[in-house]
């Protein structure tokens, strides 16, 4: 049995619109005599009279009635389908949930943000802030796609891909004895009192890393749960810190000086996943997003700046 095939039912569609082989021609953009052809052969192959002539107008022949209402609500269905893939491609009735650790969440998180907002305007975000033990649950209970960690989960059910790999960064506040030097070292910090995370904490553990590997105590005089409230305690005068350089990647901060600091001391962010997820493209595009505000955050040191301008 003869079928319509899609050209077919769109050029029936587009003479029944426009009333004539030639308007239904300009509206497909492509030749009248080619419409005419495919209406005959269309008709002649169904054995069916689809259109009654009225000189150059085309009506909807009345046995053709039901082929008609059928082909309207095909085209209706194409352009609920188009709606909802413009929607998706805009970001509407879906959202995007992720989470991230405290230390990249205040500036390189925001500014990934920034970019899928503007990719996707109508989108829905939800962003979390976590701490590692708090990744796990996140993930495997799907309340959001991925985390952006600075250590790696230990889970079967986990994958972490590293991101991005920076360094450790020393901060003081501003007009400190130390704010004028281009870099300093933990031996010079550690004469000062200095505020951290619990080096049992595993960002805590990667700031107290440098100190260790000298082989100096790791004493605070304050402690903050996150490397904000240390930037914070550090810029209102209460002590100098090490501390990643992801957390303080905003150029202007008034109140912190950054150094470089002498030892190395790397830090890895990783993208972590539930293992075997297919991510959703809004997900994928803010990973984009995150992992060139990473790379641009390593390639544009506050401090190595500095001491460019210093440099004889």
């Known amino acids: 049995m003869p079928q319509l095939t899609l050209r077919q039912i769109e050029v029936i569609r587009a003479v029944v619109l426009t009333g004539t082989i030639t308007g239904a021609a300009r509206m497909l953009n492509v030749s009248a005599p080619g419409i005419s052809r495919l209406v005959k052969h269309t008709e002649e192959s169904l054995g069916l009279r689809l259109f009654e002539?009225?000189?150059?107008?085309?009506?909807?022949?009345?046995?053709?009635?039901?082929?008609?209402?059928?082909?309207?609500?095909?085209?209706?269905?194409?352009?609920n389908l188009n709606r909802a893939v413009g929607s998706l491609q805009r970001g509407e009735a879906v959202d995007l949930s992720f989470a991230s650790a405290p230390s990249v969440a205040q500036?390189?998180?925001?500014?990934?943000?920034?970019?899928v907002r503007q990719r996707y305007p109508d989108l829905f975000i939800d962003m979390n802030i976590l701490k590692i033990e708090e990744t796990i649950d996140y993930l495997m209970l799907d309340r959001g796609e991925f985390v952006l960690m600075s250590s790696a989960v230990e889970n079967a059910g986990i994958s972490n891909d590293i991101?991005?790999?920076?360094?450790?960064?020393?901060?003081?506040?501003e007009g400190h004895e130390l704010a004028d030097r281009s870099e300093v070292s933990v031996h010079d910090l550690i004469r000062y009192p200095m505020i951290g995370v619990d080096p049992?904490?595993?960002?805590?553990?990667?700031?107290?890393?440098?100190?260790?590997?000298?082989?100096?105590?790791?004493?605070?005089?304050?402690?903050g749960r996150f490397a904000q409230t240390v930037v914070s305690l550090v810029r209102h005068g209460l002590g100098v810190a090490v501390i990643d350089e992801f957390s303080v990647a905003e150029l202007y901060m008034p109140g912190v000086v950054r150094l470089h600091l002498t030892e190395d001391a790397p830090i890895t962010i990783y993208i972590v996943t539930k293992t075997g997820r297919v991510l959703s493209p809004f997900a994928e595009f803010a990973i984009q997003q995150l992992r060139r505000e990473l790379k641009r955050a390593t390639e544009s040191r506050p401090w190595e700046q500095k001491q460019a301008r210093q440099s004889p």
């Open 107 to 115: 500036f390189i998180a925001a500014r990934a943000v920034r970019s």
């Open 53 to 79: 002539r009225r000189g150059s107008v085309y009506v909807p022949a009345t046995e053709a009635t039901a082929i008609f209402d059928q082909i309207g609500r095909v085209f209706r269905g194409v352009e």
């Open 163 to 173: 991101a991005a790999q920076g360094r450790l960064a020393a901060i003081v506040p």
């Open 200 to 223: 049992g904490d595993p960002y805590g553990q990667v700031c107290a890393y440098p100190l260790q590997q000298a082989g100096l105590p790791v004493r605070y005089s304050m402690r």
